[in-house]
């Protein structure tokens, strides 16, 4: 198969034992990209001979026998939010056409400290919010990819590159993974440094991964997390060994809560319904159906209000210079932002950490929550990007979560199944996740077998 | 002289070397009360005799040859807005009325730790705000002692207690310790724990001491200062050892920059201008005057902003329930933070990171600000608590700060010198402070000698 088909832990492996060059891989993906980027539309920018020439100079960095960073000489996407120094980051607007900062962000840097190549900038949505941009779903053209992260899951998807970032202020990560079908993982809020990417929302901003595996978005998140003086919600902590425990195994098998969460009632699809009926089913004895308080009910509400008035205050000046140029959903959501009260915003932030109490008791007895990760396959039509409402409570309490591509639909579109951790347990959670990914991938295949392949 | 004299300092080593015990002591500073409390009110709750079994115990505890805590057997002043197991916290309202917490408050819990005698809680004003208790000046009883931390500047002053606590969001540690003539310190924001004390706003709220010398507060706050689990504004720390620093020569004379800070034009009455004027031409080349630019004007409507919001939000039910029994002032306040929006909240916070590196440059050259701790002398009359706004700037930044009763008005009231340090170099503004302290004391002699006493 083509180098472009590894996952990111294979094609780190293969670069460090010298069985492929960073130059072949490169090649291989931007033969992918070649291929398929007509249809996708994933990438904001891409430049073959930059993306090459830093191969290049990985593959001559290993021939003079020097030491080699976790991800020597692997291609991976960034989303156009992330500042690079070499490459424009534009964050989906018109208004900042060009812009070509002269600093790389922390992710971005700590990608290229560990032998990352800088493929290129993968497309957001406007601002990281609502309007879409042009890339369309690798599976089926006709629909969304999801969004914002909408290049990194596509291009991802499409083995354009084994790995990518991007950002969730609501739902940015894990939905797009779930409607492309890949791996796609939300950290704790505050566990990879946000400096240098577009400020939306410091209380509900995340940086997230992608990947083809647990061990991919594992890896990735474990090279990108730690202190940045820059960002006031990181913390000074040890590398956490993500990639290792992630690739381990329990020492006794998780226990899984059905967690449906207060808007599967209005949302959750017919696909979904019964998709996770049957994955409940097939879990059997390692899960359980949980339902939280009513008090997780206003959750939705409270990311709301926190959203619309921290982007309403750090959009400002664009919302001011920018008129036309912004899109009506996001002057709607900065108008919506500037009349909320001081009062009320605090009761949202507020509401913040006694629920994350609220469900700790759950978490003492259970390895992690699953729940969907969107309300069902990707939607058909170009001009949004899905409803994130699956992710809202989990982005607000800033848990970590997971998306895993572990079923389809009907029309045989990805179904994200969505798990989610105790804040700072991200190790744990991954390490349930490759549980859950093995257990269901050994059921199927005792299940084809008896001729109920999926 | 009376035990009751003894700075905090003395007191702890007193009663450490068997000098004198815990009882002995205490008896002195109830005598003192006995003498004074007519006159100063200084106490909410004060009970001699749970006072003095508290003494005995300690006592007896060191009669058995048992490890001795720092303040072993040393009686210290709470102010009533720290919850306290063993007294009522009434908060300065009649909303509270015969409130008994069941739990100490994290400060009181440290000090009881270190072997101190909860002597009893001390006026605040209502809510730590504006309406004045019933204390008084000791230095002139129709002269307010400053707030909102009047009792504990008071019982300070009139050797009632040789050290206490209180809180500060905007002066209420400096200015009350200005007022009464005793050393007051605000550490830098975060330092101590503020969990069980009541909660007005996070962002300005700080622990503070009083105490008759620098050694006093260092010692005070080296005991309360680190990390607590219910105060998300502290952090993992190291015990900060101020009371060894405050005591020891810093290794060059400090450098001192004379910030008459953007509202003294407005605000410094002439007793403080003639005060200031001697005092830099007696410091002569350690100090410089420095002014602080134009964007440091911002800071007390950005104060007021935060403070209005965060009480408002913080105060919501007591608002709601209280009605008449909370003060015209207190309602205002309340209501004019229901009108703030959300965004212009954000800026107003959004603005302590800018102007906290805006000052970096100019504590790379000078080791402390020398700024007035209030406008003048404590002003007459007890409807009202004085002017904090030579405080709100240093309360707004976080910075740490002292007040020395150094200089005198011509009534002979005291005038506290306020030093401000770079934040979290909480130490070495003890330091300096120590040496200015000595240093104008040498001065003072050498002046008495040609007949120009103070």
Known sequence: MSSCAYSLTEAAEHVREGRITSAELVQDCLAQVDELEPAVQAWAFLDREHALMQA????????????????????VGIKDIFDTSDYPTELGSPLWAGRTPRRDAAAVARLRAAGAVIMGKTVTTEYAYFHPGK?????????????????????????????AIGTQTNGSVIRPAAFCGVVGFKPTHGLIPRTGALLLSRTLDHVGTFGKTVEDVALLAEILAGYDEEDPDTRPMARPPFAAVAASEPPL???????????WDDYAEPATREAFGELVEALGEHVTQVDLGESFGAAVDWHKKIMEVEMAYNLHRDYTKGGEQLSEPLRKLIERGRGVSAVDYLAAVGGISPLNEGIGSIFDEYDAFITPAAPGEAPRGLSATGNPIFCTLWTYLGTPAVTLPLMQSEAGLPLGVQLVGRRHNDARLLRSARWLVKTLAKGRRRGSRKGKSS
Chains 1, 2 share one sequence.
């Not at 290049?56 to 291609?75: E, I, N, S």
């Open 135 to 163: 890339t369309r779903n690798p599976h089926d053209p006709e629909r969304t990819p999801g969004g914002s992260s909408s290049g990194s899951a596509a291009a991802v998807a499409a083995h354009m590159v084994p790995g």
């Open 253 to 263: 098998p998780p226990r899984f809560a059905f967690v449906r969460s207060p808007v």
């Open 56 to 75: 290049r100079a990985l593959d001559l960095h290993r021939a003079q026998g020097k030491a080699l960073g976790p991800l020597h000489g692997v291609p």
